[in-house]
């Protein structure tokens, strides 16, 4: 089993990226996906959740409009799409894997803040800056 995260690098403010997440060894609509972040010096928050079962997608709040997240079961992919950047979404993004029976409010307690669930499987990271 593994995730695998591309796509990061620099940008400057108001660019875009689009950030994949690439499954091995297990079927998407079996997990759901989420995008973490860690910037220098804080601590890792969720970005954003997706269940291709389902076909959910969550976002946080602050983040919403801005990001968009989305799967592709034939590709066994997940992307992340960051529009509009600003300096303070420089960050390692990291994808990571649950088992879609886990907790059905895995998605909704990953975006929420606070603690996140625990993950089975997490992908390597991609760094993402953002230049002013």
């Known amino acids: 089993v593994q995730l695998q995260a591309s796509g990061g690098g620099l940008v400057h403010s108001g660019g875009s990226l689009r950030l994949s997440c690439a499954a091995s060894g297990f079927t998407l609509d079996d997990y759901v996906i989420g995008w973490f972040r860690q910037a220098p010096g804080k601590g890792r928050e969720g970005v954003s959740c997706i269940s291709t079962r389902s076909r959910s997608t969550y976002y946080q709040d602050s983040l919403k409009g801005r990001f968009t997240i989305s799967g592709d079961n034939a590709k066994n992919t997940v992307y992340l799409e960051l529009n509009n950047l600003k300096p303070e979404d420089t960050a390692v993004y990291y994808c990571?894997?649950?088992?879609?029976?886990?907790?059905?409010?895995?998605?909704?307690?990953?975006?929420?803040?606070?603690?996140?669930?625990?993950?089975?499987?997490w992908g390597q990271g991609t760094e993402v800056t953002v230049s002013s």
């Open positions: 990571a894997a649950r088992y879609y029976r886990a907790d059905i409010r895995t998605c909704s307690r990953t975006v929420a803040g606070g603690r996140a669930p625990e993950y089975d499987f």
